[in-house]
């Protein structure tokens, strides 16, 4: 079985009505009943079997694949969240008809809706259905890294190897006191289980023993000296993509790394949609809970796989988390960072047990959770300022966190500003024609010149762009002068003029200007190319505006110009694939020399692997609450005009 | 089916070996493999049926009928924990034979026998058995309230009202800086159930609430107003007996009060039986644990029901307990308890939530558990000495709290002495022949003159003797010469000169001398009535000597004169019902005016109490780890000299 194309082919609006008369003639619209069907059984509830899982669910006839899938656990890729808006939860009926939707008809071609493919989130079984769901990309392309700072080693974990006196008549001190009096540099209490432990450790230890304090809390004792062996896991919880690394924490040392998609994907690729299903449903925010723990467990249970660590050793793990994954992964309601005027329940997350995250460690291992700045600049951003040491490094800095929701942070060492603008889906190739995630087969580099160059991830066939291919070739466009400062494309004979080469390149596919970036053969219909439409520039103009509304309004607030920047650090998986010349070309960042703008990675992931590393970093993470001050664009009455004077690309 | 009298009739040595002889003849040992059987069905295993609760269990064949009643929590009274002394463990098999065994013959008549009696923990199961097991004596009379004192009402949990400002763009404090900012005077945190909890309320609410905080934690907020309504409970966790009090936070009264047996019974009578359980069998501990939460959940249930208070509106609850019970409860091994050198895990108890106990009130409330002083003078000794001021009152007074472990404390609140005495099981009514708990049928009182005049708790037909029943006959038999001073009957021609009246009680049961309280008609024969033997004398002796050994080596470490003490409190349930003229005149006590001995009651009780109504009595309980010095007597080269001096009566 072969999936189609995930999000290069799309069907444009002009066609749809034209197919969907033919497609009612074929019977694909409004099937016979008894075609290709299994009855359901009369019992008010119809069956869905889902493959190659082969599982089976009884729901009532009228729930949507998606829906029946989601409820049931079984990832469909979605970054709407199930709103028939991304065209990203494409499945196969592979018996049971589901007639064909106006918003398949634009999803799919021909042969693939005859082929039974549907959009899973408007495809309602009305009779048993089985179904086959494409495998979940659960390993997009990721920063796993980014720019750290080198930091003190002083974790909140340390162990302590203790030889101690047996208790006799005269000297009755208690297990505790007997052990707390030997580590006397410390003012240790003790937890319940390490205090179910300790009696019997001890004198089967014959009294020496490792004591493991994390703070000042003694949560284990073990037998002889095991202070080579102590271990942490941070976490980069994202939207998108989360990322694990375990620490050696007598070295200091990553000893292995693991990401994966968030488990909450099926929910919505951005906090909005994932917020939106807890207020539509009332049982998500638990599985919003559950998916985002489940993501966390197999992380951790993967690298100390791979580290040969036992589970056990590790006794601390940290996170760095936007406000909304920070709140779903506690189980607090995260309705209130949604909408206006966007509240967070707390600023700092309450200190809870790893076990609490469903993290299966230590289990008296407590997870360190970044403090919030602001609804839309959380504990990933936190993260993100004490990696860079935008609170310490004397320069201008603006640093800059692409995606979604786009965090700025401008700081000099001594005044630090942040604020949030919302950038919307494009950039991780929502709401455009051919856009999709930085997976296998997606156009991240564009190059045109005398033709265009393409660099592929995995090198492969073309499927279709992500978010820095899109910036790319946006770039590239307004600079060989086929899209105008306005972000139209240009009339066919300025292009001949402009790019005599490439030039027949922009054509039309239904009523919309497009400039085909691929295509299988010089004979195949437009539409079935890699593509960038009139209306995607569109939308890359709203994002990046969006995004140089935000730093320009901060730049003001602080009282310089744009080219007092002396340093731009794109953030985040998005911002570390982006080409710096590109961002400067299209107004993304300010117009600064090229060096100035550097890639930073993932310096979510950087700041939580400080804060175990050292409890001086987590107190300076503490300290950046007071240190901060945000500034709410949306509060702002000069946001609109600033805007507009950004929709423009810079000439 | 009626029980037999549940301690009062035993048989005498003597006759247990031509008895087994008789039963041997009437089929009763080695009884043929048909009479009265069901075949076990050759699976290895055989069916034991309790009634009247109607549960089978099936155990390999061989097992006792205690072990196999106790692994399935049917509870058997038993103060020995099943190992063949107490004689407690009465019950009747309906069908399946069990061969009498010798402790039998010496536990049952020969009708009893006849009717299926048997000591469960020697009756093992060798074919199907249905087993009529008597109810346990749940409600023991049990002193619930003690001696205490008055406190400020300040407790740990507070309630606040508060009206708040709704968000706004340019107000975009967290909820919960909105909170904490109207309630300023207090640095609180918040847990994460409160978190939880926290936008839905203050939205559904329109931002009127009540903030429910114990100590600075912030456990929950309540949609308006509830600041009338604010609960606790404090436990007293006996060894033997469990007293619940629910108290109104906002007016220090107690609400309700319920006192049941310790769950942990069928496990032994008393602490060391109990900690050998745990050492016998790795299961024991979780048994133990899930037993002494049971008994708190039971209380808790009760006190709540009867207050008409809802479980969620009790915030916090106070516990006293000895180490032992402490430990258990808390799941802690209580081994190094049991055995020299009598080490505690921790003195000070890790906070932790009522739920930990088992108790199930609001999620968010946390248990205060007592201190310990040692491993013999546990919490339940710190509350008592808080509840009676012992740390404040400038008296010299001597604190004792009578039991199978003797706590006491001297003190002139400058100084403050503790020991322990291991007083031995006499005081509740073990290893004296016609010994009972203090439950109905119970001789409780005994004055001796013309006649025996009885006190019998129920005002029932006498059963056995308790505690204080065994001070005031050997107090009384003393006094009137039918005891001398070395603890010995006198002889029958004194007995008539000193008491003629009383002197034909003086009898021989077998080869023992014993006295003769209660004889159900003037032919009976003397083994059916209750008495007193000569080796009950003997136990008491011991356990008297052992108590006053302690406080007499208290005093002489204090540098005072037994007659110096100004005031004796006799604590605890037993230490209530015990004739402070009794207690003098068999030098339980040291030979004072009989208005310097006072009953304290449930002072374990009265601490707790206080600890649920007041922060500042809290701090006190802690601070008296400090000040109150504990002295071993296990360590003591002249243990043995003083207890042999003690042994005797005061003359």
Redesign the interface.
């Known amino acids: 079985m072969t999936d189609p194309e995930p999000s290069g082919v799309r069907m444009p609006d002009s066609t749809v009505e034209a197919d969907l008369a033919g497609y009612r003639r074929e019977g694909l619209i409004d099937p016979p009943a008894t075609r290709d069907t299994e009855p359901h059984d009369g019992s008010g509830r119809v069956e869905m079997t889902f493959l190659p899982a082969e599982r089976s669910v009884r729901v009532p006839p009228g729930v949507t694949v998606f829906d029946g899938a989601s409820w049931n656990g079984i990832a469909i890729d979605s970054t709407c969240g199930g709103h028939g808006t991304c065209k990203k939860c494409k499945v196969q009926i592979l018996s049971g008809a589901v007639p064909v939707g106006r918003l398949d008809a634009r999803a799919f071609t021909p042969d693939q809706l005859r082929d039974g493919w549907r959009l899973a989130c408007i495809a309602q079984a009305t009779q048993n259905l089985r179904v086959h769901v494409p495998p979940l990309v659960t390993r997009p392309k990721a920063a796993t890294v980014g720019v750290g700072r080198q930091v003190i080693l002083r974790p909140a974990v340390q162990k302590r190897y203790v030889e101690l006196d047996e208790?006799?008549?005269?000297?009755?001190?208690?297990?505790?006191?007997r052990l707390t009096d030997a580590i006397d540099d410390l003012e240790l209490?003790?937890?319940?289980h390490a205090?179910?432990r300790?009696?019997?450790v001890l004198?089967e230890a014959d009294y020496k023993v490792t004591a493991v304090v994390v703070d000042e809390m003694l949560i284990d004792v073990e037998a002889g000296d095991t202070t080579a062996r102590q271990f942490g896991i941070a976490f980069d919880l994202g939207t998108t993509t989360v990322v694990a690394t375990l620490l050696d924490l007598t070295t200091g040392t990553p000893v292995a790394v693991r990401s994966m998609l968030n488990r909450q994907q099926p929910f919505g690729g951005d906090v909005i949609t994932r917020i939106s299903a807890t207020m539509m449903d009332p049982t998500a925010l638990d599985r919003l809970g559950t998916a985002a723990h489940e993501t966390l467990a197999e992380l951790s249970a993967e690298v100390c796989a791979e580290g040969e660590v036992d589970p056990a050793e590790v006794y601390e793990i940290a996170l760095a988390g936007n406000a909304t994954m920070t709140a779903l992964a506690?189980?607090?309601?995260p309705?209130?960072l949604g909408v206006?005027?966007?509240?967070?329940?707390?600023?700092t997350p309450?200190v809870?047990l790893a076990s609490?995250l469903g993290v299966s460690v230590h289990p008296g291992a407590r997870a360190a959770l970044f403090p919030a700045l602001?609804?839309y600049v959380g504990g990933d951003i936190v993260a993100g300022i004490l990696a860079t040491g935008m609170d310490r490094d004397k320069r201008l800095r603006l640093f800059i966190d692409v995606g979604t929701n786009c965090e700025i942070v401008l700081g000099d060492g001594e005044r630090i500003l942040s604020t949030a603008a919302p950038a919307g889906p494009a950039f991780e190739g929502g709401a455009i024609r051919c856009g999709m995630r930085a997976a296998e087969g997606a156009i991240e580099v564009v190059k045109l010149g005398e033709d265009v160059e393409l660099g592929v991830i995995g090198d492969t066939t073309p499927m279709g762009i992500c978010g820095s291919g899109l910036v790319d070739v946006v770039a590239e466009l307004v600079k060989i002068g086929l899209v105008d400062g306005t972000g139209r494309f240009v009339q066919d004979n300025e292009a001949k003029a402009a790019a005599p080469a490439l030039a027949d390149r922009l054509t039309m596919i239904g009523k919309e200007r497009v400039f085909v970036l691929y295509r299988p053969d010089p004979t195949a219909d437009p539409a079935d190319s890699v593509y960038l439409s009139q209306r995607d520039i569109r939308e890359l103009q709203f994002a990046k505006a969006a995004i140089a509304t935000g730093w320009s309004l901060l730049l003001e607030e602080f009282g310089v110009e744009p080219r007092d920047v002396q340093q731009v650090l794109l953030a985040g998986s998005f911002g570390s694939y982006l080409s710096p010349a590109a961002a400067v070309r299209i107004g993304l960042v300010p117009r600064l020399p090229v060096l100035r703008i550097v890639s930073a990675g993932n310096v979510a992931g950087e700041g939580a692997k400080m804060a175990l590393l050292s409890l001086r970093e987590r107190a300076g993470a503490a300290a950046l609450l007071e240190e901060v001050r945000?500034v709410?664009l949306?509060?702002r009455s000069d946001f609109n005009d600033k805007f507009v004077d950004q929709l423009s690309f810079p000439t």
């Open positions: 208790p006799t008549l005269s000297d009755q001190r208690t297990d505790l006191a209490q003790a937890d319940l205090l179910r300790l009696p019997k004198r506690l189980g607090i309601d309705e209130p206006a005027p966007f509240v967070m329940t707390c600023a309450p809870v609490a602001g609804a945000y709410e949306s509060d």
